[in-house]
């Protein structure tokens, strides 16, 4: 059982960076591809982020390629995100995931394990 917390959403204006994190207890984390997946009011939950066991890997929505970064740290249990250049359409519930799958899987029906999720608002 792999236990997730995201944390660093808030209120930024159009323009700015945030960096969101997900520290992972409970299981190996090292053996678990790592995922950010968001959620916008009225709208589906859509895959943003992913990145591979080791972090040799990673794929991107073709939304936030170039803006968005996902990385992580083996050694601290912490997926990361970091996001620049936000826009507005960038608002939404930003949820992190983890699977046993080697390389991160872009559907949420592979993801096993859940956080609570933490709110990005950007405004314009």
């Known amino acids: 059982q792999v236990h997730l917390v995201e944390s660093g959403g808030g209120l930024v204006q159009a323009g700015d960076s945030l960096r969101l994190s997900c520290v992972a207890s409970?299981?190996?984390?090292?053996?678990?591809?790592m995922a950010w997946f968001r959620q916008a009011p009225g709208k589906e939950r859509e895959f943003v982020a992913g990145?591979?066991?080791?972090?040799?890997?990673?794929i991107y929505a073709d939304s936030v390629k170039g803006r968005f970064t996902i990385f992580r740290d083996n050694t601290k249990n912490t997926a990361y995100l970091q996001m620049n250049s936000l826009k507005p359409e960038d608002t939404a519930v930003y949820y992190c995931?983890?699977?046993?799958?080697?390389?991160?899987?872009?559907?949420?029906?592979?993801?096993?394990?859940w956080g609570q999720g933490t709110q990005v608002t950007v405004s314009s």
């Open positions: 409970g299981g190996a984390f090292s053996r678990h591809s």
């Open positions: 995931a983890a699977t046993p799958i080697l390389r991160a899987p872009t559907q949420s029906t592979r993801y096993d394990y």
């Open positions: 990145i591979s066991w080791i972090g040799s890997s990673t």
